[in-house]
């Protein structure tokens, strides 16, 4: 603390703090002017640093208000490329006799233009995609172009699923039919018969090796996925008696998204290549061992097995399968199968910031030179006052349970009816303050009360950003996944306040009050006071899930979103927006009929002008705002 009031506080201590360079890849960087920047490359592939401050500035200038999703095709290019690579080289570097194609699984981003990237950046790839269901089919077959990447089909299918499937099979693509459920077998069976058209098939088994974690229970006996090792034996021995195993190419498994840990990694490879060579033993064509997803990004940038990050690097994570598999084919002899991964997470995390605008804050305290003194006031709230003035290093414990006292004890009073409602109120604030003294004072000594330590939390400031928890961040939410949270500008300036950030729904679960940290998490974090401009907060690593899980709730609707590049002369360009939805747009998702509405209002305002409560201006200028706000964002505008 002390060291800090000597020296000024420079963009390394914010780089510390927030922990951009931990978690922020090569991407992510603070510029000397105290902004975030994005690694960006021109189309020569000459990188450049662009402060996402600027491109806020370009946005708003454009005629988009916050809250505002950036999109980086480059930063998708490079992960594509950096997983495509990792395997491939581990491949060459142990000598394995096999190759890699990756699938992208599309409900982890479903967006046109991510799964165009996608489709393009990967074509050198061989690079595919992962459908779970009919409609993300119905994307995979229309963007696929290369026919030597694999469409991989998981999840529960119904007939006109299987027909789609197998009519992509017969227009030339790789379409491997994951069998997840036993009775799946004599649909596609059927179906293939009906159609003339044989399928690639591939088996999902549930894996005994289970993983901690939240996302993790898509493995494991209680899984609700795939096919018990009994039920294998049984999908074997149907597909041998209708003489179809040979149609059998890929053994599936997937232990659920971002593992921290790469010991469950390995242990669910090991057991994968066993079950892989046992059906290989059993006559099947086989030839692909599908890993699933799973693969961790570092949210928090601390490199533990901590559930926002992860314990190993990429290179360990591709080198670990490659070699775990070798490990178990080998000594049987038999040959190496074409690896296949489904990141999602890993993929697009990284390619989407969000960016909102704060509204307001509000604390519960107040300067300490605005605590006004009453002349007369009850001997309860005298005492509360004698206590906040006599908080001092040598008092510290006592006066904190002093304190509580008297404000618990006011609180009854003001009940029973015999304090007044200012006094109670000056009270509070001499209360909150004395807490925040007490805090200051504690840090003077050598150990801080546990107490005392855990009040501080409790005093951050709330900072409302104009943007939806639910529709924009729904994994905090649900699952208390933690993203990195940092101002985009003022990083040359010390941020003092502790605070939380409330979202713009009415909702007390909208707010986001548990932030990174590289030691376990933060009850708040620092950010800047509130100036005459526009303090603008981003949200990273947003790219994976949060897009489509994100709900209306409140009927906030979709954010706006910028596609950001630079051009031949390395300025920045907006490839394509997407307009977030209006109002209209959302009361029509609910049903509600936008016209209608104007109009039960129109005569709502015609009645008022008959009954002369409004005037024929006035008229005219309240329905233009009931039509414009139609037509407006769904966010402060
Ligand atoms: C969701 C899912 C994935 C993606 O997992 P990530 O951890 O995001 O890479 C892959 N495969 C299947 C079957 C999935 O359900």
Known sequence: MARKEIKAWTIKDSDEYYGISRWGGDFFGISESGEVTVKLSTPERKTEEVSLYEIAQKVVQGGLSFPVLLRFRDILRAKIHELNNAFLSAIKESGYRGTYRGVFPIKVNQQQQVIEDIVEIGRPFHYGLEAGSKAELFIALSHLRDKESLLVCNGYKDREFIDLALYGTKLGHKVVLVIERLSEIRTIIERSRALGILPFLGIRVKLSSTTPGKWSESSGDQSIFGLTSHQVVSAVKILKEEGMLDRLVLLHYHLGSQIPDIRHIRSAVKEAARYYAALYKEGATMGHLDIGGGLAVDYDGSQTNFHSSRNYTLKEYATDVVEEVMEILDPEGIPHPTLVSESGRFVVAYS??????????????????????????????????????????????????????????????????????????????????????????????????????????????????????????????????????????????????????????????????????????????????????????????????????????????????????????????????????????????????????????????????????????????????????????????
């Open 352 to 637: 989407s910031v969000l960016l909102f605008n704060v509204l307001d804050s509000s604390s519960l305290t107040v300067a300490p030179d605005r605590l006004s003194v009453p002349e007369e006031c009850s001997p309860t709230l005298k005492e509360l006052i004698d206590i906040y003035n006599s908080i001092s290093v040598k008092n510290v414990q006592e006066a904190f349970h002093d304190i509580i006292y008297y404000r618990d004890l006011i609180r009854s009073q003001f009940i029973m009816g015999d304090i007044p409602l200012w006094e109670r109120g000056l009270a509070e604030l001499y209360f909150w303050n004395g807490i925040e003294k007490l805090v200051k004072v504690s840090k003077q000594l050598k150990y801080i009360p546990e107490e005392i330590e855990e009040a501080e939390a409790s005093l951050a400031h709330i900072y409302y950003g104009n943007f939806s928890v639910f529709q924009s961040l729904p994994d905090a939410w649900a699952i208390d996944q933690l993203f990195p949270i940092v101002p985009i500008h003022r990083l040359n300036e010390q941020p003092e306040v502790p605070a939380i950030i409330a979202d713009t729904t009415c909702d007390s679960d909208g707010k986001i009050d548990t932030f990174i940290d590289i030691y376990d998490t933060r009850p708040y974090l620092l950010l800047h006071p509130l100036k005459d401009e526009e303090y603008i907060i981003g949200i990273f690593l947003v790219g994976a899930y949060q897009e489509t899980l994100g709900d209306l709730h409140n009927l906030f609707g979709d954010t706006h979103i910028v596609n950001v590049a630079l051009d031949d002369d390395g300025e920045i360009v907006f490839v394509n927006e997407v307009e977030g939805d209006t109002v209209e747009d959302i009361l029509s998702y609910v049903e509600y009929i936008p016209k209608a509405i104007l109009h039960r209002l129109k005569r709502k305002v015609e009645q008022a002008l008959k009954e002369k409560k409004i005037g024929l201006p006035e008229k005219k200028a309240i329905m233009e705002a009931f039509e414009e706000g139609m037509r407006g964002y769904t966010y402060f505008e």
